[in-house]
């Protein structure tokens, strides 16, 4: 890589209507010389880049690397935005009926509930906008950057300008750079230029100031798509001051859509309005017929609508979905796309990729073949300590030290494997035990090998000429190196097949010999047999370079290199839980077919029976049959991206809901296919990631299953809590409708149905919310993607339920009315107290359909307890409060009553509970008998 010489002090710009103030270099980055521009950005020497004191006082200056959003909506505006809803407005009308009846406490009662109502659905949403916001945060880009003499990995909002960063492809470029030095590169820039194809860049010199913005060939801009190659480059403006900040302006931001639950659940809440308002209207006219009072009955009638209707439905919906994500992130998987919630619950098949994911990602050399000679190595994970042992040839089990620096050939491999190399190893922190690998863990792999034999990734004076970088077509990889005395030496890795097919003699005993078809018989059985043993196998070449052609061809092969990433013992159980969960997991890989079976094997991916079908097999058949043939095979390998885009599709031919997983560039055709597609939070490169529905943080398999685990049960909790809304809603409604119907007294007052509605629908609804996922939902069968919210057995049980909370209600207002208007008074408190501790208590069978408490344990859901008793205490507290009793219209004194409205207020959630205990003993006798 080319030098940035040292620092100069920046001449202040003048003011233009640019804002030109605020860039710390000339707009016409790309008509500068190299020299004059690092001078202008101060971005240190090449091998330490910026300071950390340096980007600070460059951020204070020059702000965060962000394009400017439009100012969000104030906090009192979105107060005032909850006033504007629909229940709002009838509750408005009910006041004004109280005041016209002169009936003030119950007017001030009204409109403080309103305000109550208006404060909690605030608060609702201010907290699932703050949820939402720490997720976007999480998902926010990355950028490589060479900072304090190492590169490291920061948030893309944190460049300033004068910083060096690294791109490669498949990386969103992250800020408006000038190129120090590219291989092969090629930016997508249609986002900024409108050119639908990838546009070559190059690391050339200035060119003329009205070059136009497509033609600036050694540039590279914010918001355009490493295609592919490499390169490095010199931050020159960020944020506003980018070319895509200066088209932009300010971005608009979108109000979210909603997702396809949301709008089901809004129809599903207008179909309720209309016939809670057939059912208010009977009520009212028959109430009427009878002799009632106009104002009154009217206002009982508008309480009774307010409280049909589940108008906290949205807000809980939103908040539960947030928080739900918030879970999954602690899981180690970001959803980006609120509607991937709901389709996770679908999911019927996971395809997956094998390296990182169902593996550990931690490559680490253990055979090699050099020559004649088997090697096998020591050491485990990315700390360079082991050593190299010779297999004896007569018997595997004797093995001898060897001393790798007299050994030609070994060093010769490992020198290849060092220089071709993209990698960079070091102690994490101070902890010199441990090691991390910065890059591809293949090659970190190789360059520990080499370091445990001494070699370094780079010796002395040694310039990187060229570089072929490594592509899924030619699976080889090459570094062109000039050496001290000037010699070109091509270091080339790559597919053992591809490598051999490239070659042309061997390095065997310090001597190149041709490489006759029986040596590359041999060399290719001994691949096998590695491949057998789960080993992922590279071959290693290197020749001189004359004349500079830097082309593969003609090399000397060096040797075989074995290296294993152990699968993840975290994935067999996550495996386990997939299939029982009624989820097929298939693996999908670019690795050799041997050792992608293998890991399969010992996954139970695959069994004994499974064959492995390669990228070459699929070629040869058409899509109709791989449709036929997809549900039998779970095991792909030495495939393409296209490969991978036609299996996810013959999957959904086939109906399947399918999750796919994906690192690099050429996957995001297959992630963005696919139902749920899963970009890679660690290799992952940023164009999979924006393709993506879901990101994981730690890149593991069984990330992805404990996120459908969650998915089922977030899915589970909004149906809970709709079920719990609608039964108690129904309950009051069918209470009031009963009695209408034989002729009591209306049970419950405006004031008090209106309470009972704020003090049960708010609280306890978002704690059902909050319920864990049962343990037997990853047993269950996947759920059908357009199953509806509510199901007609579950609308059933929802009525039963409701009836319930009706009839103990009833029965209690009847055990003190008894038909003697002197009783009413109590009657109606009986009543009201029955209503709303039985809801209540209710919310606890709603936690499981199947699960009883005790089985369920009573502190899983500590905020459905806390809610209940908070909501418990108050409704306490206005029947017996002095000064709270004139308002809610609620007798003095009650004694005896209180065993009868306990009595009562438990029988439901008590039958419900029984309920479950019959069906689970009905379902083991049957399971007995079939037995």
């Not at 090449?46 to 600070?56: F, I, R, S, W």
């Not at 028959?286 to 009217?298: A, C, D, F, K, N």
């Not at 297959?670 to 939070?681: E, T």
């Not at 029965?811 to 002197?822: C, E, K």
Request: some cysteine.
């Amino acid at each position: 890589m080319n030098d940035i010489t040292a620092r100069t002090s920046l001449p202040a710009a003048p003011s233009t209507a640019r804002s030109d103030s605020m860039r710390l270099l000339p707009a016409a980055a790309y008509s500068m010389s190299l020299e004059d521009l690092r001078a202008a950005a101060g971005s240190g020497t090449a091998d330490k880049g910026l300071t950390t004191e340096e980007v600070e006082q460059r951020r204070m200056r020059y702000g965060v690397n962000l394009l400017a959003e439009a100012p969000s909506i104030s906090v009192w505006r979105r107060l005032l935005a909850q006033f504007k809803e629909l229940v709002i407005g009838i509750l408005v009308v009910a006041a004004v009926i109280a005041g016209a009846m002169g009936e003030w406490a119950d007017t001030a009662a009204i409109l403080a509930i309103v305000l109550v109502n208006g404060i909690i659905g605030f608060l609702q949403e201010e907290r699932a906008g703050r949820a939402l916001a720490a997720l976007q945060k999480l998902s926010s880009p990355m950028a490589k950057v060479l900072r304090n003499g190492g590169l490291q990995l920061v948030p893309a909002r944190e460049l300033v300008p004068g910083d060096r960063i690294e791109l490669e492809a498949g990386d969103n470029v992250p800020a408006d750079a000038r190129l120090l030095s590219g291989y092969g590169l090629r930016i997508q820039e249609a986002a900024l230029t409108g050119e639908s194809l990838p546009v070559e860049k190059e690391a050339c010199g200035p060119l003329p100031l009205e070059t136009p913005l497509g033609d600036r060939r050694n540039m590279v801009h914010m918001g355009t798509v490493v295609a592919a190659g490499k390169a490095s480059a010199l931050v020159v403006a960020t944020g506003m001051q980018t070319e895509l900040g200066q088209i932009a302006g300010l971005l608009q931001q979108s109000e979210p859509e909603p997702t396809p639950l949301q709008r089901r659940l809004a129809e599903l809440g207008r179909v309720l309005v209309v016939v809670c308002l057939v059912i208010v209207v009977i009520i009212f006219s028959i109430q009427m017929l009878r002799g009632g009072e106009l104002l009154e009955t009217l206002l009982i009638s508008v309480s009774l609508a307010v409280a049909a209707v589940p108008e906290g439905l949205p807000a809980v919906v939103t908040l539960t979905l947030a928080l739900g994500l918030q879970r999954m992130v602690q899981r180690n998987a970001i959803v980006r796309r609120l509607p991937s919630v709901e389709t996770l619950g679908s999911v019927t098949v996971v395809c997956s990729d094998k390296t990182g994911t169902l593996t550990r990602n931690e490559m680490t050399v253990r055979e090699i073949v050099v020559g004649d000679w088997r090697l096998q190595v020591t050491g485990s994970g990315y700390t360079p300590q082991g050593q190299f042992l010779r297999v004896s040839d007569v018997n595997v089990a004797d093995r001898m030290v060897i001393d790798p620096i007299h050994s030609l050939d070994l060093t010769q491999l490992l020198t290849t494997a060092a220089r071709c190399n993209n990698a960079t190893v070091s102690p994490r922190g101070d902890d010199e035990n441990t090691w991390e690998v910065i890059g591809d863990p293949t090659e970190g792999a190789l360059l520990v090998a080499a370091l445990k034999a001494g070699i370094e990734a780079h010796g002395p004076a040694q310039h990187v000429l060229y570089e072929i970088p490594f592509d899924s077509e030619r699976k080889t990889m090459s570094v062109v190196l000039r050496e001290v005395d000037g010699t070109q030496i091509m270091h080339t890795k790559g597919a053992p097949e591809m490598i051999l097919a490239r070659c042309v003699a061997e390095f065997c005993e310090g001597r190149e010999i041709p490489l006759t078809e029986e040596r590359r018989a041999q060399i290719g059985q001994w691949n096998s047999e590695m491949a057998g043993r789960a080993l992922r196998v590279l071959g290693l070449a290197r020749r001189v370079v004359m004349g500079g052609a830097y082309e593969e061809e003609e090399l000397i092969f060096l040797g075989l290199v074995g290296m294993i990433d152990p699968p993840r013992e975290e994935a067999k159980e996550a495996v386990r839980r997939c299939r029982a969960a009624g989820i097929r997991p298939v693996m999908i890989t670019g690795d050799h077919p041997e050792t992608a079976l293998a890991i399969a094997r010992e996954l139970h991916i695959a069994d004994s029976t499974d064959r492995v079908v390669t990228g070459q097999e699929l070629d040869q058949w058409s899509d109709e049959y791989l449709q036929s043939a997809v549900r039998q095979l779970a095991v792909y390998a030495r495939v393409s991206a296209e490969h991978k885009l036609r299996i996810v599709n013959a999957w959904k031919a086939c109906g399947q809901i399918v999750a796919m997983t994906g690192d690099g560039v050429n996957d995001a055709p297959a992630v963005k296919s696919a139902d749920i597609g899963i970009a890679m939070g660690v290799a992952g490169t940023g164009v999979t990631k924006e393709a993506s529905d879901m990101v994981l943080t730690d890149d593991n398999f069984a990330s992805i299953v404990n996120a459908i685990e969650e998915g089922r049960g977030i899915f589970d909790n909004i149906q809970k809590f709709v079920h719990y809304l609608l039964a108690c809603n129904t309950g009051e409604v069918l209470l009031m409708f009963a009695a209408s119907l034989i002729g009591w007294p209306v049970p419950l007052m405006a004031i008090q149905i209106l309470w009972i509605n704020l003090v049960t629908d708010g609280l306890p609804a978002l704690a059902l919310g909050m319920e864990p996922p049962e343990k037997d939902i990853m047993t269950r069968a996947p759920r059908p993607p357009q199953e509806a919210v509510i199901t007609a057995q579950r609308g059933w049980r929802i009525a039963v339920h409701g009836a319930l909370v009706a009839t103990v209600a009833g029965v209690g207002f009847w055990w003190i009315y008894q038909g003697d208007p002197a009783h009413l008074a109590r009657a109606r408190t009986v009543a009201f107290c029955i209503t709303a501790y039985s809801q209540l208590f209710f919310a606890i069978g709603c936690r499981s359909h199947s699960f009883t408490m005790p089985e369920l344990g009573v502190w899983t859901n500590p905020y459905l307890f806390g809610a209940i008793l908070i909501s418990g205490l108050l409704q306490l507290a206005v029947v017996t409060l002095p000064m709270a009793q004139p308002v809610f219209e609620v007798a003095t004194n009650l004694s005896w009553e209180w065993g009868l409205i306990a009595a009562l207020s438990l029988t439901p959630v008590t039958l419900i509970e029984l309920s479950k205990l019959w069906r689970a003993a009905l379902q083991n006798r049957t399971a007995e008998n079939v037995a």
